[in-house]
């Protein structure tokens, strides 16, 4: 049997996830950005200036970021299920008054929590 990619409930949920994620981290909600991230040692995320290894290490960097600057528009997002369990979100961000373009890639993972964050990638491209 093939998999199914983008089944409409499926990506219909992994689209409100990214958007609670969005609006949790533009918005500084550190709790629902730290349950968004699977509960492992795991889970890793690379950042901009930072590798985490682990939700402990990715929980403490969001405790000390900066609370300021964190509003962005979103463009060419991009969200594939495959199956009813795993997805991956990429996204490109601008900024106002950065040059830049920010890129994000998550990948998640539906558990019995609900669906998580199990690996992200943030980067810059001048």
């Excluded at 409409?8 to 981290?25: I, N």
């Excluded at 995320?45 to 939700?55: D, I, K, M, P, V």
């Excluded at 979103?74 to 890129?103: H, K, M, S």
Aim: aromatic share 10%; proline share 3%; hydrophobic share 45%.
């Amino acid at each position: 049997m093939a998999m199914e990619i983008n089944r409409p409930t499926v990506l219909d949920e992994v689209e409100a996830a990214f958007a609670r994620y969005e609006a949790a981290l533009t918005g500084n909600d550190v709790a629902v950005l730290d349950a968004l991230f699977c509960d492992s040692p795991l889970t890793v995320r690379y950042g901009a200036t930072e590798n985490l290894y682990g939700h402990a290490q990715i929980r403490a960097f969001r405790a000390v970021r900066p609370a300021k600057g964190l509003m962005r528009s979103l463009r060419n997002t991009v969200i594939t299920t495959y199956g009813e369990d795993f997805a991956t979100a990429c996204t490109e961000f601008t900024r106002e008054g950065v040059v830049r373009i920010g890129r994000q890639t998550q990948t998640w993972v539906r558990l019995p929590e609900g669906w998580r964050v199990v690996a992200a990638h943030v980067s810059w491209m001048d």
